[in-house]
């Protein structure tokens, strides 16, 4: 392992990796639980999600570790599994088969981005207001769902939404976890979100929302999983609802990996060497995902805990990925664990990733005002892809309005060019 990993070149012992594995992977283990409880809202037996999840963690884990020899966590991410879900297959009209089938053309072509120079070029030619923005969006959709998922917020006939029954066991339950949540995030004590889970599925147990009685103490079960793993369906490849899909995909995983990778691996290992192999492994994982059954990886913020605790090398990838597997021993207690526990980590989620919102230069209402289109329609639409559409569309319209298109690019005008036909053959149809 020493001499694989070069572990004495990089300043660091085994000793160390393997704490640093041990850090990340409770940093992210909540991912196991969370992911599978929402592509359980595409139709995927909760199950199936989980086995999906950890195996998915597992070959990106190691991926990222003989690829490119660095720290990472590659898992299923927050924010791409519900453009996975409550877009693609909510509202695009595919089923999580089709859907997965996006993912694997996706993953293809994220492949070739990351192979090639492309990622580069796109990099540079889609505006940091675009870019930014889009987390923003997400960040207030996973709160939204989050909030739904409590209880908090609910439907409503006259007003769409409105405030739910603040006396409900779920609410109170859900209130109870989300502070819980915020004290356990506010002062840093390690392994967090997983902490929480656990103290809010027995919160909710006391709100009769939880029965231990029925755990099964039996084994995983790869049942339910068989009618998943390579379940993918291509059925839907010629029509433009599928390609809307897979290119939305792209667009989400080609920046929220570059500026992911960035931060981690230049900014934190100071070893921008690693960059570029770091984003193929990355871009391979999201074919690996879509064979799997679950959506997209990417490297995820958790990163951080790994490499703050001395992780320099992809031995400690190789640990957080072995204790994944070793995850699916506590299947039973997994699949326990309550709506109430989950929804305070997506609402927490959700605001950490407005933080991106101070990367915008609203001084310039050309660069904010797509940009808050992108922000504001994401959550209103319940759709990643219509709301990124709505900025991309706005972009360079804007700027001609105002004599500035020598700030467009060829690929802002293809992009939106592409967004606006799919509108209007959506109005067609």
């Not at 109870?176 to 103290?199: A, E, H, M, R, Y």
Request: glycine share 10%; charged share 10%; hydrophobic share 55%.
């Amino acid at each position: 392992m020493k001499g694989v990993f070069k572990l004495k070149q990089h300043g660091t012992n085994l000793k160390k990796e393997v704490v640093a594995g041990l850090t990340a992977f409770f940093s992210i283990v909540y991912i196991i639980a969370v992911n599978g409880s929402i592509l359980q809202d595409a139709g995927i037996p909760l199950e199936a999600g989980i086995i999906a999840t950890v195996l998915a963690s597992l070959v990106g884990c190691f991926l990222v570790a003989f690829i490119a020899n660095a720290p990472l966590i590659i898992v299923p991410g927050m924010g791409i599994n519900a453009l996975f879900t409550y877009t693609i297959v909510g509202s695009m009209g595919l089923n999580y088969m089709e859907a997965l089938g996006a993912v694997i053309i996706s993953g293809i072509l994220f492949v070739i981005v990351a192979f090639t120079k492309l990622s580069t070029i796109l990099s540079r030619a889609i505006p940091t207001s675009l870019k930014e923005s889009i987390s923003v969006g997400i960040g207030l959709f996973i709160a939204f769902i989050g909030l739904q998922k409590s209880g908090i917020i609910v439907g409503n006939p006259t007003n769409f939404v409105a405030l739910g029954n603040l006396a409900s066991p779920v609410v109170l339950a859900s209130l109870i976890n989300l502070v819980i949540t915020l004290f356990l995030f506010l002062k840093k004590v390690p392994g967090n979100f997983l902490i929480s889970i656990i103290l809010g599925t027995i919160v909710s147990y006391f709100f009769g929302l939880v029965r231990f009685s029925g755990i099964d103490s039996g084994l995983v079960s790869f049942t339910e999983y068989k009618d998943v793993f390579l379940s993918v369906d291509f059925g839907k490849i010629a029509t433009i609802p599928f390609w809307t899909a897979a290119f939305s995909l792209v667009l989400v995983l080609v920046f929220e990996n570059i500026g992911l990778l960035h931060s981690q691996v230049d900014g934190m290992l100071k070893a921008p060497e690693k960059n570029g192999k770091s984003l193929k492994a990355v871009s391979i994982s999201t074919i690996v995902c879509g064979l799997f059954g679950t959506s997209p990886s990417v490297s995820t913020v958790e990163t951080a805990a790994g490499i703050t605790a001395g992780g320099r090398t992809g031995l400690t990838s190789v640990v957080t990925g072995l204790l994944f597997l070793a995850s699916l021993f506590f299947m039973p207690l997994i699949k326990m664990v309550p709506a109430t526990a989950i929804a305070p980590i997506l609402i927490i989620i959700g605001g950490l990733m407005l933080t991106n919102i101070v990367n915008i230069d609203f001084t310039d209402f050309t660069e904010a005002f797509p940009a808050f289109l992108v922000i504001i329609m994401i959550p209103l639409t319940y759709s990643i892809v219509d709301g990124i559409a709505f900025g991309f569309i706005a972009y360079p319209l804007v700027k001609l309005f105002t004599n500035k298109k020598q700030q467009l690019s060829l690929s802002i005008y293809i992009i939106s060019f592409l967004f606006l036909t799919n509108f209007l053959l959506h109005s067609v149809g």
